[in-house]
């Protein structure tokens, strides 16, 4: 096990690497980058304590050899195929993922799954515990490697390991489900930090140790038997707001919103959706209230778009096809019902887009539409207010989003209240622009004031120092 002290200080070790392969002109490969808040906050950090990130390259069975990147060191851990259909498809996004978001689909449990899921995560910590230099800090995410910290723990008791939750953490009637629960616990009590997107994420992960271990929890600690401490608290993640402020600033994006708007036909209104197609968004229950307002009347498809993006995602994974045909099929059809003078109510877009045709699309929307059944966070609601320009843009916001915490003056839904969230739609296009521009504001105040960096900062603050004196107690917030 390598140890010495030109290793890695700082390593982050999460399911994706942040770097994409791009074919270049003369055919040869090269990495880039990915657009990503995670990757932007960290970088910095990556290149000034000497980092290290371990991720998956997206393929299966591809063996690419670590090399350096913008400064710092990328290290690929290889999936075979089986893998990605059991870790990744199966164990990660047809059990975790689903039960995790309220069960909002249902959630598969399988013993070859798990097996997978477990050789998966000893894998990344073995690559984890062989890139870190002695001492380091490592940065764990997500639900894809909830393992991930006991196993690295056991490997190398001198790193100070932190590990991030970035979706929701269940209430325990719905964690309880997992056959395999004990284990999961005891992998994230590995940490001598986990973070969660909210309060209710923390408080539903204590409990669940006091009734499910033998523990000692003193508020948000936990006082792992023989071993170290482990807090458990709240970190809500954010955006990079100067940069997409900046972005959707530039001439090349105000142009593109420009030539947007006019292949929409210069509309009134314009309704956005931006989402990765996925079960939780809300998709159906958004797609029928928009749809149900333009029959009625409520909105007139003259005035009126409804421009919805969906990036492709998960597609091996049959709950993410079905929902794919659900889509086409309710938007096909309510397109031939309703219409505009020479374009569709509903433009819907199912694909990926470059970050400057996001920040052009938050430019021209008279109302975002977020609407999840549950989310983590939903980083699309902060990026619409740092990117709409003037001062009276308008979010409608799921009370089931983790940002629904932080933006209390957006417009809140329950995004199963078809007639709620309808009526909600129409106030928020037609509030007086006094009101819009008063909820606009202390929204805007709310995401300039906790930035990406902010959120990292304080993360590792907490896992690397003394954690900060106890805030003063939030009242009780359950998230079922
Ligand atoms: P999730 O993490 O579940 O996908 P978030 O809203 O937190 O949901 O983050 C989604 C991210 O993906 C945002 O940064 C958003 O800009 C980006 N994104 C969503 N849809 C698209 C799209 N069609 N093209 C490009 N980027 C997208
Ligand atoms: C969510 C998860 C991330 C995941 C992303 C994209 O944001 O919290 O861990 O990387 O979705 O999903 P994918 O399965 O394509 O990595």
Not at 59 to 85: C, M, N, T, W
Request: aromatic residues 10%.
């Amino acid at each position: 096990m390598p140890e010495t002290t030109t290793d890695p200080r700082f390593v982050v070790v999460a399911n994706r690497l942040p770097v994409n392969r791009v074919t270049d002109a003369d055919g040869g490969t090269s990495w880039q980058t990915a657009p990503g808040g995670l990757v932007t906050a960290l970088e910095p950090l990556m290149r000034e304590k000497g980092g290290a990130w371990i991720g998956w390259i997206g393929a299966p069975d591809e063996v690419v050899k670590p090399f350096r990147h913008d400064g710092y060191q990328i290290v690929p851990v290889e999936l075979s195929e089986a893998e990605v259909e059991d870790y990744y498809e199966g164990f990660s996004n047809g059990t975790l993922w689903p039960l995790y978001h309220d069960a909002v689909a249902f959630p598969e449990y399988h013993r070859e799954w798990w097996d997978a899921y477990k050789q998966v995560n000893k894998r990344f910590a073995e690559a984890a515990a062989a890139s870190a230099g002695h001492g380091a800090t490592v940065w764990v995410q997500d639900y894809q490697l909830q393992l991930v910290p006991a196993m690295l723990r056991e490997l190398r008791p001198d790193l100070k390991i932190g590990f991030f939750l970035h979706i929701p953490f269940p209430p325990i009637e719905l964690f309880e489900q997992i056959p395999w629960r004990r284990q999961i616990i005891e992998g994230l009590l590995g940490a001598d930090l986990v973070g969660f997107q909210t309060p209710a994420g923390a408080q539903n992960f204590l409990r669940l140790v006091r009734k499910r271990t033998d523990n000692r929890v003193e508020r948000y600690r936990v006082f792992v038997k023989d071993s170290h401490v482990c807090a458990a608290r709240a970190y809500p993640i954010s955006i990079d707001v100067q940069g997409f402020h900046d972005l959707a600033q530039s001439p090349e994006v105000k142009a593109e919103s420009e030539a947007l708007l006019e292949e929409l036909g210069h509309p009134k209104n314009i309704l956005l959706g931006v989402d990765r197609l996925d079960y939780t968004k809300g998709l159906r229950q958004r797609i029928r209230a928009v749809g149900e307002l333009f029959a009625s009347g409520q909105l007139d498809p003259d005035e009126t778009v409804f421009l919805q993006v969906a990036t492709p995602s998960r597609e091996d994974v049959e709950q993410y096809r079905v929902l794919r045909d659900d889509i086409d099929l309710l938007v096909g059809r309510i397109n031939s019902q309703v219409g505009g003078v020479g374009r569709p109510a509903i433009s819907y877009r199912h694909a990926g887009f470059p970050r400057a045709t996001m920040a052009a699309m938050y430019r021209i929307a008279s109302v975002m539409l977020v609407t999840p059944l549950r989310d983590g966070m939903n980083l699309v609601a902060k990026e619409y207010i740092a990117c709409h320009p003037g001062r009276a843009g308008a979010l409608v916001l799921s009370e089931f989003a983790g940002a629904a915490r932080e933006l209390k003056r957006a417009y809140i839904v329950n995004p199963y209240d078809l007639d709620g969230l309808k009526e909600t739609i129409i106030e928020a296009l037609t509030d007086p622009y006094a009101e819009r521009s008063k909820r606009w504001r202390a929204m805007q105040r709310q995401v300039w004031n906790h930035t990406i960096d902010d959120w990292a900062n304080n993360f590792l603050r907490d896992l690397e120092g003394e954690p900060e004196p106890e805030p003063e107690p939030e009242p009780a917030e359950p998230e079922a």
